[in-house]
């Protein structure tokens, strides 16, 4: 199941250097973790979470295989990109293969780093890639609501429906507001989505700061967090520069070179963290001797669908599923014990799986 997150943000932010960083990083996870670099722009990380150590240990797994999460290294943004200034119609293709997008916003102060606006104003620069991606929206959609309402006029029923959530967009980009913010019932998202609007993905918002605000942020970087709360996004604090040194460090040294900058992990944990955490994914795991392995599956997902993550047989010939929550499965000291203590659930088709149940499936071939 992959889930791309794209990387963007204006010249001279630290774009590029925050996914350089999270590449070698993905590089020094491949001693342990299965990874590989599909281009040079794109990544896989693994998916932070001390939980899976904690089932490998308990069961004695052989080896431990995190779930993860893509990044995409998305070519640079000028003012104009929605006309196809620039890399503009190359940028704007991108972000559409995206399932979400992490803009990396410049909240540092440095005389040797100029700006492309010629100073540091973050507000300023969410508000220049936003109003690119709300302005590509409207174009495409007021040439095609047109056509839809013509329809609709016919006596077609989804027409009429899909004119409407349409419109419902074209209402809040005319606003200055991202398509996002629209009300979509659980009926429409599939719609919705089929849309292909730029500015209706969620957004991570990366405040790369100077390296004595890596852990607590500062004043640019709080007037991002306002604007993501504002807008039903989320937003990081991390240094690009002390990422990019982290990453190259063996891993005995980055404890204490954390420790020396008051940081207690990686910046980019939280950037991978909050990504996961933005697509509304959740975790699930298989554990035995062989691996502990942990599967990426959406919030709301009943438990055939989560059985089909491993292989579509799982799902097609589901019977039930054997469930422990991870606090049991830890304080009982492994399935065994869980089984006796009575911790063991068999749930059904209906079940929707919880972030954390350890799961051994049933099924039918």
């Not at 993905?26 to 990544?43: D, K, L, M, S």
């Amino acid at each position: 199941m992959g889930f791309k997150c794209g990387i963007v943000g204006l010249p001279n932010v630290g774009k590029s250097t925050l996914f350089n960083a999270l590449t070698q990083t993905a590089a020094a996870q491949a001693a342990n973790y299965p990874f590989c670099t599909i281009e040079p722009n794109v990544g896989e990380v693994a998916v932070p979470d001390p939980r899976l150590e904690e089932l490998a240990r308990i069961a004695g797994s052989k080896e431990i295989i995190p779930t993860r999460l893509t990044f995409v290294d998305i070519a640079g943004l000028v003012r104009g990109a929605s006309k196809g200034e620039g890399l503009g119609n190359q940028f704007l293709a991108n972000i559409r293969e995206c399932d979400a997008i992490a803009h990396v916003v410049r909240c540092f102060e440095d005389g040797d780093v100029t700006h492309v606006e010629g100073g540091v104003d973050p507000i300023r620069d969410v508000e220049t890639i936003e109003t690119e991606l709300m302005l590509a929206d409207l174009d495409s959609l007021e040439k095609r609501v047109v056509a839809m309402e013509k329809k609709a006029k016919g006596g077609d029923k989804e027409a009429k429906e899909l004119a409407d959530l349409m419109n419902r967009c074209l209402a809040l980009l005319r606003e200055g507001k991202p398509a996002r913010l629209a009300k979509v019932s659980a009926e429409e998202r599939v719609a919705f989505a089929g849309l292909g609007l730029l500015s209706s993905k969620p957004v991570l918002f990366v405040c790369n700061v100077e390296e004595a605000s890596a852990s607590e942020g500062n004043a640019q970087s709080a007037k991002v967090a306002v604007r993501a709360a504002e807008e039903g996004a989320a937003a990081v604090v991390v240094s690009a520069k002390i990422e990019s040194e982290i990453a190259v460090l063996p891993a005995a040294e980055q404890k204490d070179y954390l420790e020396a900058v008051g940081l207690t992990e990686p910046g980019l944990n939280r950037v991978i963290r909050a990504g996961y955490d933005l697509l509304h994914l959740i975790t699930y795991f298989t554990v035995g001797p062989k691996e502990a392995r942990a599967w990426t599956i959406e919030k709301g997902v009943r438990a055939p669908a989560a059985a089909g993550v491993i292989h579509t047989d799982f799902e097609k010939g589901f019977i039930r599923a054997e469930t422990i929550a991870y606090g049991d499965y830890v304080s009982n000291k492994g399935e065994a014990g869980a089984r006796d203590a009575g911790r063991l659930r068999l749930e059904g088709k209906e079940y929707v799986v919880a972030d954390g149940d350890v799961m051994h499936f049933r099924f039918n071939t």
